[in-house]
């Protein structure tokens, strides 16, 4: 599977776009209100998180890289006032916490983070982190 690269936006898909995925991701397809909060986990430089706050009220995009999370923001962060980027470790409790101090989320989307846990040995830590978020 090709990688999607907007050079323009500098932005960056892994494995599928949004024509792809929005099917997959509405409230209705998922059973999910508007109202609930969704979580990016290693979100990259995907626009995936501004996609996904046309739909639901509260989007957080995570990545562990601080320059990418800053670079998102200042990039897009007035571009839906619903979307905000943060920089956190998922596979780190103290970190998940941290960034999210408002607790569980609703939805939480993840197009990448498994693969790269998985190389680094961090796959078990991040599923029981995000399932105790």
């Not at 109202?35 to 996904?52: E, K, M, Q, W």
């Not at 320059?67 to 409790?93: L, Y």
Request: net charge negative.
């Amino acid at each position: 599977m090709a990688a999607l690269v907007d050079e323009h936006r500098g932005t960056f898909e892994w494995v599928a776009g949004w024509d792809k995925l929005a099917p997959l991701l509405t409230p209705e397809a998922l059973g999910l209100p508007r109202t609930a909060r969704v979580a990016d986990v290693g979100c990259g430089n995907s626009t995936l998180p501004l996609h996904l706050g046309s739909l639901y009220e509260s989007v957080l995009g995570l990545d562990r890289e601080q320059h990418t999370a800053e670079t998102m923001r200042t990039q897009h962060g007035s571009e839906h006032r619903r979307v905000a980027w943060a920089t956190c470790d998922v596979c780190d409790a103290d970190s998940l916490a941290s960034a999210c101090p408002q607790g569980l989320a609703d939805l939480v989307v993840d197009k990448g983070m498994l693969d790269c846990a998985i190389v680094e040995h961090d796959a078990a830590r991040l599923l029981c982190n995000v399932r105790s978020w």
